[in-house]
T-cell receptor, first 117, second 114 residues
Framework: AQSVAQPEDQVNVAEGNPLTVKCTYS??????LFWYVQYPNRGLQFLLK??????LVKGSYGFEAEFNKSQTSFHLKKPSALVSDSALYFC???????????????FGQGTTLQVKP | KAGVTQTPRYLIKTRGQQVTLSCSPI?????VSWYQQTPGQGLQFLFE???????NKGNFPGRFSGRQFSNSRSEMNVSTLELGDSALYLC?????????????FGPGTRLTVT
């Protein structure tokens, strides 16, 4: 069964510093990986995804993620953090059986990013 | 394009009652999924609909049900509400069944059961 883990409940960074939010995954087969962000009292907003190809994926709001197959990781990064980046971040993997999409995203438990001025 | 819309945004119900939540997907999207979000359990998959058919269901009791209409709009129903059903219920849509499609989420319905 597919799974993802986000080892840090909270990440604190100073504004202007680079940030990394960690995610590791376990899948049978090729992983389809996603990052979402959730602001208070809002739904999830899609940031980026890795399906295939270049290991460095660029997404919305200056975020990028690095896919590392040998370490089974998909860490979210941003070169310079903004106070407005403070939110809850979720890593997710597409669930499938064989090559069939089950329609389900499996989410990590979420990491709260706190960017301080 | 308008995003995914969910109604109502907030609900307060009493134990034993039932509730129906509504979701309108992004225009042209045919797949709708539902998730429950709680502080303790995180984000858990409820079910997915495509072309009016339920394709998959998460590990929830039969009190949780849903349906999809021909215009892709979806509803989920929870009968005999329990305190533990208090949660944010999120609806997500995607164009189809391809594994590479991301899901676009609505703002959610916050259900409080008293």
């Amino acid at each position: 069964a597919q799974s993802v883990a986000q080892p840090e409940d909270q990440v604190n960074v100073a504004e202007g510093n680079p940030l990394t939010v960690k995610c590791t995954y376990s899948v049978s087969g090729n992983p389809y990986l996603f990052w979402y962000v959730q602001y208070p009292n809002r739904g999830l907003q899609f940031l980026l995804k890795y399906i295939t190809g270049d290991n460095l994926v660029k997404g919305s709001y200056g975020f990028e993620a690095e896919f590392n197959k040998s370490q089974t990781s998909f860490h979210l990064k941003k070169p310079s953090a903004l106070v407005s980046d403070s939110a809850l971040y979720f890593c997710a993997v597409r669930d499938f059986i064989g090559s069939s999409n089950t329609g389900k995203l499996i989410f990590g438990q979420g990491t709260t990013l706190q960017v301080k001025p | 394009k308008a995003g995914v819309t969910q109604t109502p945004r907030y609900l307060i119900k009493t134990r034993g009652q039932q509730v129906t939540l509504s979701c309108s997907p992004i225009s042209g999207h045919r797949s709708v999924s539902w998730y429950q979000q709680t502080p303790g359990q995180g984000l858990q998959f409820l079910f997915e609909y495509f072309s009016e058919t339920q394709r998959n269901k998460g590990n929830f009791p039969g009190r949780f049900s849903g349906r999809q209409f021909s215009n892709s709009r979806s509803e989920m129903n929870v009968s005999t509400l329990e305190l533990g059903d208090s949660a944010l219920y999120l609806c997500a849509s995607s164009p189809g069944l391809d594994l590479s499609y991301e899901q676009y989420f609505g703002p959610g319905t916050r259900l409080t059961v008293t």
